[in-house]
């Protein structure tokens, strides 16, 4: 309960660290990325343009998260973690920093909290 705790507090001083702009906490395991709502529909745009059923189901899983409000807390497999990574690390397509950073959790991220296929 208490790394909860500690991750809701640190997804809120990210929160407030936007200033006045909407923005939205995504965590994969301990990491969290705050995004602002362009960048979010970025993600999802890019996500679905790699038609591929692991980017697809990242995809589904932000957009019902987004919906219910608050932290999007993802528990990705190791093939959407990939996905994830494979939507945003395409070099022709300029990215913020935050989802460049979002897109080198996929790579890192790989192993600790992740589900097996």
């Known amino acids: 309960m208490a790394k909860r705790e500690e991750g809701e507090s640190a997804a809120e001083e990210q929160l407030e660290g936007r200033g ?15 995004v602002s709502p362009d960048e979010l529909e970025e993600l999802l745009d890019c996500l679905r343009r790699l038609d591929d059923r692991d980017a697809a189901a990242v ?3 932000i957009a019902a998260l987004r919906l219910a409000g608050g932290v999007i807390r993802l528990t990705p497999t190791e093939a959407e973690l990939a996905a994830l990574h494979d939507a945003l690390a395409d070099e022709s397509q300029p990215r913020s920093e935050v989802l460049a950073r ?5 790579v890192a991220a ?4 992740v589900q097996t296929a």
């Open 102 to 106: 979002l897109a080198c959790l996929g």
């Open 59 to 61: 995809a589904d899983d």
């Open 110 to 113: 790989g192993a600790a909290e």
């Open 20 to 34: 006045d702009e909407a923005t939205t906490v995504i965590a994969i395991g301990d990491d969290l990325v705050t």
